[in-house]
């Protein structure tokens, strides 16, 4: 059923795209028939290296809007990884049950899942016809810095636990990855494909694969690298600790975002730039 209700939502997804003039077949097909007929004159050229790996760095250095978002991607799944090591770590230490822990967890996950459907379909189709999205982009890593000096400095609000109340407690802990995660599953997904709207057929798809292969994976992977080689050295990493590179992620995360945020073009511009490309293909 559910599968059956994918497919139906996923072909009626694509008939309200083509029928407003947004199919990438159209123009899939109009840069395949450009390139047959350009094939003549670029014979002095016909040597050049015409890989994924080219392509995709011609393309990054062509868009500056690409690498802006591929840093901001890298920030973004760091901070959510430390935040991930922060969750377990906290539940594992408060429920050393395992059977209430992945409970605890599958609760967890399905409020996550419950927020986001609400926030993406519910709050955000009102809100974006009157936000900007540079203002979304530099809202959600603001948000995450709130509540990560809150993990850092549980003594705020009183909400620590531990001896001396110097470590944040569950609740905090899980209240800064509940934000993390429904945001990053609804606001910033959304922001995300709204990037790639506006660009030209090459940057669009070919960007997002890159983007999407590397991106993602690199990001989570190079927080857990780090961790580990901090574990290394320095032997076991505390709660208290990791709180603290939380913080630095989130203020790594604001810096990426706030330089995307003056690259992704407004509403407006969006619309101009759409409608150009709608009318040249």
């Not at 990426?256 to 945020?261: D, E, G, K, Y």
């Amino acid at each position: 059923i559910v599968l059956g209700l994918s497919v139906f939502f996923g072909e009626r997804a694509y008939s309200i795209a083509e029928k407003n003039g947004f199919n990438p077949a159209d123009e899939h097909n109009r840069k395949k028939k450009e390139g047959k007929d350009s094939t003549n004159n670029k014979s002095s050229t016909s040597n050049k290296e015409d890989g994924l790996i080219t392509k995709a760095r011609d393309v990054f250095t062509r868009v500056p809007t690409l690498w802006a978002l591929f840093c901001e991607i890298l920030a973004c799944q760091g901070l959510s990884t430390l935040l991930n090591v922060c969750t377990v770590t906290k539940v594992s230490e408060v429920i050393p049950d395992d059977t209430e822990r992945a409970g605890w967890m599958g609760k967890f996950f399905a409020t996550v899942n419950v927020l986001s459907c609400i926030l993406q379909f519910g709050v955000l189709p009102v809100t974006s016809s009157f936000t900007e999205p540079s203002l979304l982009w530099k809202g959600m890593p603001m948000i995450m810095i709130i509540m990560t000096v809150l993990l850092a400095f549980p003594k705020i609000t009183g909400g620590g636990s531990g001896g001396n109340g110097v470590e944040p407690s569950l609740n905090m802990v899980a209240s800064a990855f509940l934000v993390m995660k429904t945001m990053e599953f609804s606001v910033r997904r959304m922001l995300d494909e709204m990037v790639y709207v506006p660009l030209d057929y090459e940057s669009r798809f070919l960007g997002k694969e890159v983007i999407g292969v590397l991106g993602y994976r690199f990001g989570k992977s190079a927080a857990s690298l780090a961790l580990s080689a901090l574990t290394s050295s320095l032997g076991a990493v505390g709660l208290r600790e990791l709180s603290y590179f939380t913080t630095g992620a989130a203020g790594l995360w604001l810096g990426t975002a706030w330089r995307l945020s003056t690259l992704v073009p407004t509403r407006a511009e969006a619309e101009e730039a759409y409608k150009k490309m709608k009318k040249d293909s």
